[in-house]
């Protein structure tokens, strides 16, 4: 069974930084692009930022420059360096991969079950 958690939210001020972590364990032959997005109340999820197995990276214009997306296949796992974090930073995050389980037939989309951030101003 595969599974995909996240971890590292959690509360600060204004001009700092945080660092989320997500890791997908189970019996997986292949992930596709990692990605974290982000939902604030009252708004949709967004994409934050991806990174492909090779690391090519895709940012959201918002972050660009203060958010730095990274992965270790080794260990199946996509960081976010969140750095100069600003008041509309703050939602609950979440990781998506796109794993193809082994035996499986196809990748399949597993969502994290999402990691707070708060920034204070």
């Known amino acids: 069974q595969v599974q995909v958690v996240e971890s590292g939210g959690g509360l600060v001020q204004a001009g700092g930084s945080l660092r989320l972590s997500c890791a997908a364990s189970?019996?997986?032959?292949?992930?596709?692009?990692m990605g974290w997005y982000r939902q604030a109340p009252g708004k949709q999820r967004e994409l934050v930022a991806t990174?492909?197995?090779?690391?090519?990276?895709i940012y959201a214009d918002s972050v660009k420059g203060r958010f730095t997306i990274s992965r270790d296949n080794a260990k199946n796992t996509v960081y976010l360096q969140m750095n100069s974090l600003k008041p509309e930073d703050g939602a609950v995050y979440y990781c998506?991969?796109?794993?193809?389980?082994?035996?499986?037939?196809?990748?399949?989309?597993?969502w994290g079950q999402g990691t707070q951030v708060t920034v204070s101003s």
């Open positions: 189970g019996s997986i032959a292949s992930i596709g692009f």
């Open positions: 990174i492909s197995s090779a690391g090519r990276t």
């Open positions: 998506k991969a796109p794993i193809f389980a082994t035996g499986g037939s196809r990748y399949v989309d597993y």
